[in-house]
Protein backbone atom coordinates (compact mmCIF):
# COMPACT_ATOMS: atom_id res chain seq x y z
CA UNK A 1 0.00 0.00 0.00
CA UNK A 2 1.30 3.70 -0.65
CA UNK A 3 -0.07 6.96 0.22
CA UNK A 4 0.23 10.38 -1.26
CA UNK A 5 -0.98 14.24 -0.25
CA UNK A 6 -2.02 16.52 -3.20
CA UNK A 7 -2.63 20.29 -2.19
CA UNK A 8 -2.57 23.00 -4.70
CA UNK A 9 -4.66 26.44 -4.41
CA UNK A 10 -6.31 29.11 -7.33
CA UNK A 11 -7.01 32.70 -7.26
CA UNK A 12 -10.98 33.20 -8.17
CA UNK A 13 -11.42 35.18 -11.28
CA UNK A 14 -14.31 37.00 -11.33
CA UNK A 15 -16.28 36.01 -14.86
CA UNK A 16 -14.56 32.43 -15.29
CA UNK A 17 -16.09 29.39 -15.62
CA UNK A 18 -15.55 26.99 -12.71
CA UNK A 19 -15.02 23.74 -12.99
CA UNK A 20 -14.71 21.35 -10.01
CA UNK A 21 -13.86 17.49 -10.23
CA UNK A 22 -14.64 17.84 -13.63
CA UNK A 23 -17.85 18.87 -12.94
CA UNK A 24 -19.54 22.88 -13.94
CA UNK A 25 -20.30 24.72 -10.64
CA UNK A 26 -22.64 27.77 -11.37
CA UNK A 27 -20.71 30.59 -10.11
CA UNK A 28 -19.87 34.18 -10.98
CA UNK A 29 -16.34 33.90 -10.19
CA UNK A 30 -14.22 30.99 -11.74
CA UNK A 31 -10.71 30.17 -11.12
CA UNK A 32 -7.60 32.01 -12.44
CA UNK A 33 -4.94 29.42 -14.08
CA UNK A 34 -3.37 28.04 -17.40
CA UNK A 35 -5.33 25.53 -17.40
CA UNK A 36 -9.11 25.32 -16.67
CA UNK A 37 -8.30 25.95 -13.02
CA UNK A 38 -9.71 22.60 -11.47
CA UNK A 39 -7.96 22.90 -8.40
CA UNK A 40 -9.95 19.89 -7.20
CA UNK A 41 -8.44 17.51 -10.09
CA UNK A 42 -4.85 19.00 -9.68
CA UNK A 43 -4.77 17.83 -5.15
CA UNK A 44 -6.26 14.88 -6.73
CA UNK A 45 -3.24 14.16 -9.25
CA UNK A 46 -0.61 14.87 -7.06
CA UNK A 47 -1.91 12.90 -4.26
CA UNK A 48 -1.46 10.35 -7.41
CA UNK A 49 1.80 10.97 -8.27
CA UNK A 50 3.31 11.06 -5.24
CA UNK A 51 2.01 7.96 -3.97
CA UNK A 52 3.53 6.66 -7.25
CA UNK A 53 7.10 8.57 -5.86
CA UNK A 54 6.73 10.71 -8.98
CA UNK A 55 7.06 14.53 -9.63
CA UNK A 56 4.36 17.25 -9.32
CA UNK A 57 2.16 18.53 -11.80
CA UNK A 58 4.08 21.00 -12.57
CA UNK A 59 6.98 18.87 -13.77
CA UNK A 60 4.91 17.28 -15.93
CA UNK A 61 2.47 19.77 -17.43
CA UNK A 62 4.17 22.79 -16.71
CA UNK A 63 1.87 26.41 -17.03
CA UNK A 64 4.61 27.58 -19.14
CA UNK A 65 3.80 25.07 -22.45
CA UNK A 66 1.25 26.27 -24.94
CA UNK A 67 0.10 22.63 -24.56
CA UNK A 68 -1.27 23.07 -21.17
CA UNK A 69 -3.04 26.27 -22.30
CA UNK A 70 -6.67 25.80 -21.11
CA UNK A 71 -6.34 22.31 -20.92
CA UNK A 72 -8.71 20.39 -18.85
CA UNK A 73 -7.85 18.68 -16.05
CA UNK A 74 -9.63 15.36 -16.78
CA UNK A 75 -6.61 14.85 -18.78
CA UNK A 76 -4.09 15.94 -16.26
CA UNK A 77 -5.91 13.18 -13.64
CA UNK A 78 -6.37 10.49 -16.43
CA UNK A 79 -2.18 10.90 -17.01
CA UNK A 80 -1.62 10.70 -13.52
CA UNK A 81 -3.43 7.79 -12.98
CA UNK A 82 -2.01 6.16 -16.41
CA UNK A 83 1.70 6.67 -14.74
CA UNK A 84 0.38 5.16 -11.42
CA UNK A 85 -0.42 1.82 -13.87
CA UNK A 86 2.92 1.66 -15.75
CA UNK A 87 4.31 0.95 -11.94
CA UNK A 88 1.72 -1.80 -11.26
CA UNK A 89 -0.05 0.59 -8.88
CA UNK A 90 -4.05 1.19 -8.82
CA UNK A 91 -6.17 3.62 -6.30
CA UNK A 92 -7.34 1.90 -3.36
CA UNK A 93 -9.29 4.51 -2.31
CA UNK A 94 -8.97 8.89 -2.65
CA UNK A 95 -10.26 11.52 0.14
CA UNK A 96 -10.57 15.09 -0.89
CA UNK A 97 -11.71 18.44 0.39
CA UNK A 98 -12.43 21.67 -0.99
CA UNK A 99 -12.48 24.75 1.05
CA UNK A 100 -14.46 27.60 -0.41
CA UNK A 101 -16.18 30.04 1.14
CA UNK A 102 -18.32 30.40 -2.21
CA UNK A 103 -19.93 28.84 -3.52
CA UNK A 104 -21.62 26.29 -1.62
CA UNK A 105 -20.72 22.93 -3.08
CA UNK A 106 -23.00 20.34 -0.89
CA UNK A 107 -25.19 19.75 -3.47
CA UNK A 108 -22.47 18.96 -6.04
CA UNK A 109 -20.82 16.44 -3.85
CA UNK A 110 -22.71 13.39 -5.74
CA UNK A 111 -21.41 14.87 -8.99
CA UNK A 112 -18.00 15.15 -8.14
CA UNK A 113 -17.52 11.81 -7.03
CA UNK A 114 -19.02 10.19 -9.85
CA UNK A 115 -17.41 12.83 -12.30
CA UNK A 116 -13.59 12.00 -10.53
CA UNK A 117 -14.24 7.68 -10.25
CA UNK A 118 -15.61 7.82 -13.93
CA UNK A 119 -12.20 9.78 -15.16
CA UNK A 120 -10.24 7.41 -13.09
CA UNK A 121 -12.19 4.10 -14.39
CA UNK A 122 -12.91 3.33 -10.39
CA UNK A 123 -15.87 2.43 -8.59
CA UNK A 124 -17.90 5.57 -7.17
CA UNK A 125 -17.12 4.28 -3.57
CA UNK A 126 -12.97 4.30 -3.80
CA UNK A 127 -13.53 8.10 -4.42
CA UNK A 128 -15.06 10.57 -1.36
CA UNK A 129 -15.42 14.12 -1.49
CA UNK A 130 -15.90 16.73 1.51
CA UNK A 131 -16.46 20.46 1.16
CA UNK A 132 -15.54 22.82 3.98
CA UNK A 133 -14.92 26.88 4.59
CA UNK A 134 -12.60 28.39 6.75
CA UNK A 135 -14.51 30.23 8.48
CA UNK A 136 -14.33 33.29 6.76
CA UNK A 137 -10.55 33.23 7.82
CA UNK A 138 -7.60 33.51 5.45
CA UNK A 139 -7.10 33.70 1.73
CA UNK A 140 -10.39 31.35 0.94
CA UNK A 141 -12.26 33.27 3.49
CA UNK A 142 -11.92 36.14 2.18
CA UNK A 143 -13.32 34.93 -1.17
CA UNK A 144 -9.40 35.35 -3.05
CA UNK A 145 -8.95 31.71 -3.82
CA UNK A 146 -10.10 28.32 -3.37
CA UNK A 147 -8.00 25.33 -2.22
CA UNK A 148 -8.06 21.47 -2.16
CA UNK A 149 -6.40 18.84 -0.16
CA UNK A 150 -6.46 15.05 -1.64
CA UNK A 151 -5.09 11.69 0.26
CA UNK A 152 -4.92 8.44 -1.68
CA UNK A 153 -4.31 5.28 -1.20
CA UNK A 154 -2.86 3.03 -4.32
CA UNK A 155 -2.53 -0.39 -4.05
CA UNK A 156 0.59 -2.61 -5.39
MG1 LIG B 1 -3.40 23.98 -10.02
Known amino acids: MRIGHGYDAHRIEPGKKMTLGGVKISSD????????????????????????GLRDIGFYFPDTSDETLNMDSSEILKSAAEMAEK????????????????????????????????????????????????????FTGRCEGISAHAVVLLEE
Open 29 to 52: FGLKAHSDGDVLIHALADAILGAS
Open 87 to 138: RGLKISFADCTVIAQRPKLSSYIDDMRASLAEILGVERDRINVKATTEEKMG
